[in-house]
Structures are given as structure tokens and as C-alpha cells.
């Protein structure tokens, strides 16, 4: 499986994240530096603006930079909530209402 897909445009990056199945949910929300994501590694990163897509494969993917012509894999990525003070899964986070 890819871990990031790219194009010139933000649908065409739509068109070719279907390619792989449906998308199946979003989750968008912008909050100045309130979003914490964690790679695998433990690398975090802090985003004002989040735009998460589910696919049907139960894939999560997320535009990590700011010119949005890339589509990153995020599915084995942590997200920190406020809400729970702690880190979850995005799989997890996305079935939740918390931010």
C-alpha cells in the first residue's frame, strides 16, 4: 500500500485516493495549533487545520503539508485529545466525538 499520493490538485488527489475504494468519512476541523499527531516513530507534529478522510479499506489519510498536493497515510499515525488528555489511534479517534 502507498503511503502518500500526490497531484497537482486537491480533486484530482480525491480522485485518485478512490482509486484504492470509497471514501467513507471526514472528519475537518480547524483549531489555531490544536491538533497533535504522532508518526509511528514518535515524531509529533502540531496542526491548526485537519482534514482527515477515511477510505473503505479503513485507511486514514491526511494532507500533511501546507499546498494540500499530497495525501498521507496516517492510519498507523496517534492523535492527542483534549478531551482524554492522552494519545489514541486515528481509528479510534474517528469513531469518537472527542477533539
Known amino acids: 500500500m502507498a503511503d502518500t499520493i500526490t497531484n497537482e490538485s486537491f480533486q484530482d488527489l480525491i480522485d485518485d485516493l478512490t482509486k484504492g475504494g470509497p471514501v467513507v468519512g471526514e472528519k475537518k476541523y480547524a483549531i489555531t495549533d490544536f491538533f497533535h499527531l504522532k508518526d509511528p516513530e514518535g515524531n509529533e507534529q502540531i496542526f491548526s487545520n485537519i482534514d482527515i478522510l477515511k477510505r ?5 489519510w491526511m494532507p500533511l503539508d501546507a499546498d494540500r498536493h499530497t495525501l498521507t497515510n496516517i492510519t498507523t499515525y496517534q492523535i492527542y ?11 479510534d479517534w474517528f469513531e469518537t466525538e472527542a477533539i
Do not use: K, R
Open 56 to 60: 473503505a479499506d479503513d485507511t486514514f
Open 81 to 91: 485529545t483534549q478531551a482524554s488528555d492522552s494519545w489514541l489511534s486515528i481509528n
